[in-house]
């Protein structure tokens, strides 16, 4: 089980089967603070839909980047966080993240990103990732702002959220970039 350690009380950890109760009781918890901009939040109605959840992420090929990671903040779970709709061909992918309500604004998610990115870059060979956010989530997209991802423009009715379509900001950042700023010591 691989793990990515942050800081003394948070890491993350690729997800396993045995984190399904507790992702699943985090998402019931949070169930109406989750599903306003979360899609999966509505068909995901008991432990085994976040089962099936898991087993579908684990069963993809041994040399993926679609990695989820539970962040682990004080020892528990607090949400999960992960690459998807990785390119390798063309060296881009997504990070997608979500965390628990009563978690929210003590700068988890910003430093679980921090890791993923560096680990991106220096471990996948990435070029690029971007980070899509609803453009009505003004808390989630703080996150792709204060790492300093570019904003690239509006995808319009880019995700269906429960109900009715939502148009998406785009936020990216390049290796380059991202080089940059380490060396410049600009983020976090």
Request: charged content about 25%; some cysteine.
């Amino acid at each position: 089980m691989f793990e990515i350690n942050i800081e003394p009380d948070l890491k993350l950890r690729e997800i396993q089967m045995s984190d399904s109760a507790f992702i699943f009781s985090i998402i019931d918890r949070d169930r109406e603070y989750l599903r306003e901009w979360l899609p999966f939040v509505d068909d995901t109605r008991m432990v085994e839909d976040t089962e099936n959840f898991i087993k579908s992420v684990l069963a993809g090929p041994a040399d993926r980047i679609e990695t989820v990671y539970v962040i682990i903040y004080e020892n528990q779970p607090a949400g999960l966080i992960g690459y998807r709709n990785t390119d390798r061909a063309n060296h881009k992918t997504e990070l997608g993240y979500w965390i628990a309500k009563d978690l929210q604004g003590k700068g988890i998610v910003t430093k679980a990103c921090k890791a993923l990115i560096n680990f991106a870059f220096e471990i996948f060979n990435m070029n690029r990732i971007q980070i899509c956010v609803s453009i009505d989530n003004h808390k989630s997209k703080a996150i792709p702002l204060r790492l300093g991802f570019k904003f690239e423009g509006i995808q319009r009715a880019g995700e269906y959220l429960n109900d009715h379509f939502t148009n998406l900001e785009i936020y990216s950042m390049l290796r380059s970039e991202w080089a940059h700023q380490s060396e410049n010591n600009e983020t976090l």
